[in-house]
């Protein structure tokens, strides 16, 4: 849900240029143009609200299929967070062929945050929705994907099925939005050729150019369930099944966001969020542990080795190429 924070360097060029010229101005001078970069940043974020991306998925959703209200709803709608200065809201449906669709927004005077994800029912081998942005004045963290259900890296026909199609759209945004730093290798096997990790300040274009790919993302994602055909097979909806739990296991223990929760409404709380509506399903839709999907990140005495991954490859740029082909073996 939410990331460490980090900025773009600005280029040497630039830096020497601000260098000079705040070294020219007279001493009040120099205080109103940093005060005013200040205003300008804190205005720029001010002005963003994650609202209309939600507003934006739930009517086109709506020309679709019908929504219906989650059972989730009622328990999860809102609430304040420990100091009375931040607020979350929720949002939950179910439909035909969508097991949950959930969103949180988060607001305070210091950070935005939307999570946003929906899930295919098990009938159904869709990839999952996924957009997650944290938003400071200064700077954003941003993930947007269809998460594959199934392997892609060692195996071709689930990504055929659903991403060679769609790799001229990753291409556009990729173009826009640079990779965002270090994913550990199994962090990247929940990821697809067209996702969007990426960090950038904090701008009205950088938002616009955001709203857009989240629109665009989404009515893509729209078009995969309304066309895809319900699966009879036992086997095959028991396999959809376990990835998808396997997926909200993963998420569950290893979403960064959870210090952030934490602070913001306590453990207790935050614990209830993650697992019974942000990745509602990992109690109930399995009986595995993380343990036994992840094996290698088991600790002395049942301890959970957070760090199992990070001693494996890690990848600094895209690990795709245009087609799709993952370059990271």
């Known amino acids: 849900m939410g990331f460490s924070v980090s900025s773009f360097s600005s280029s040497s060029s630039s830096s020497s240029s601000s260098f000079s010229l705040q070294h020219t101005l007279p001493p009040l001078l120099k205080r109103t143009a940093s005060s005013n970069r200040r205003v300008c940043i804190q205005s720029c974020f001010s002005s963003v609200s994650y609202h209309k991306f939600v507003d934006f998925a739930l009517d086109e959703t709506s020309l679709h299929t019908h929504l219906l209200s989650s059972p989730l709803q009622e328990k999860y709608s809102s ?31 210091t950070m935005q945050v939307l999570d946003f994800t929906v899930f295919p029912k098990a009938e159904y ?9 944290f938003s400071t004045a200064k700077t954003n963290i941003v993930v947007l994907d269809l998460n594959p259900l ?30 965002g730093g270090k994913l550990t290798s199994e962090s990247i096997t929940f990821f697809s050729p067209i996702v969007i990790w990426t960090k950038f300040t904090s701008s009205p274009q950088n938002y616009d150019i955001l709203y857009s790919a989240f629109r665009d993302y989404y009515k893509v994602w729209l078009e995969l369930i309304a066309t895809a055909v319900k699966e009879t097979d036992g086997y095959q909806i028991s396999h959809n099944l376990e990835a998808q739990h396997r997926y909200l296991t993963w998420r569950a223990e290893t979403d960064p966001g959870q210090g952030v929760l934490k602070k913001l409404i306590g453990d207790t709380l935050a614990k209830d ?7 509602n399903g990992v109690d109930e839709l399995g009986s595995k542990t ?12 049942g301890t959970l080795n957070k760090k199992g991954g990070i001693a494996g490859k890690s990848f600094e740029n895209r690990p795709w190429d245009a087609s799709g082909k993952f370059l990271g073996q």
């Open 150 to 179: 199934h392997d892609i890296i060692n195996q071709d026909d689930y990504k055929e099925k659903y991403f060679k199609s769609l790799m001229p759209l990753g291409l556009k945004y990729a173009e826009h939005f640079p990779w």
């Open 290 to 301: 993380f343990n036994d999907y992840f094996p290698h990140y088991h600790g002395e005495e």
């Open 79 to 109: 609430m304040k967070s420990k100091d009375g200065k931040g607020v979350l809201n929720m949002l939950s449906f179910q439909a035909d062929k969508i097991r949950l669709l959930r969103s949180m927004t988060i607001e305070t005077e």
């Open 125 to 133: 081998d869709v990839p999952i929705f996924c957009a997650n942005f």
């Open 273 to 279: 969020l993650l697992r019974s509506f942000l990745f």
